[in-house]
């Protein structure tokens, strides 16, 4: 009597495993959606280490930079100025004195319900997108988040 139990047990626990991997995928997405998610982290994590470099130059020379490479060439200045996937570069704009816009291709909507915990790991809210190119509207002269 005690092998047909333990079949049972072993079926149960089984589909239990099978069950809670097929959730935990439809939850938190595949490997590919996991991929994106982190890369998207990054742009923005980008964007934002740009925009303090932006502000500090506003600071500095009370005009914003030319472009991003001439921004990332200043001395003591380290900075990302390209998509970590694409290489791409990211697109930044100058507008009416300390006013700019910084964008990129994201690969996910961070407005997505899969994506409402974003903020967990480390996007700030102000920094939220849709998939596609978004372009994010700043001023150089307000002061630091």
């Not at 994506?115 to 630091?144: I, S, T, V």
Request: overall charge neutral.
């Amino acid at each position: 009597m005690s092998a047909p139990v333990g079949r049972w047990l072993l079926w149960v626990v089984g589909a239990a495993v099978a069950a809670s991997c097929i959730a935990a995928v439809a939850i938190m997405g595949g490997p590919d959606a996991q991929r994106e998610l982190r890369l998207d982290q990054r742009r923005a994590h980008e964007l934002q280490q740009i925009k303090r470099e932006v502000r500090d130059y506003w600071e500095a020379n009370k005009r914003l930079p030319d472009d991003l490479p001439a921004l990332a060439a200043q001395p003591g200045v380290a900075l990302a100025v390209a998509d970590p996937e694409t290489g791409r570069p990211y697109g930044y704009r100058p507008g009416q004195g300390s006013h700019y816009r910084l964008c990129a291709r994201f690969a996910t909507d961070t407005g997505d319900e899969r994506r409402r915990d974003a903020g967990r790991y480390g996007m700030q809210w102000n920094w939220r997108h849709p998939a596609g190119e978004h372009c994010f509207e700043l001023d150089a002269g307000k002061p630091a988040d």
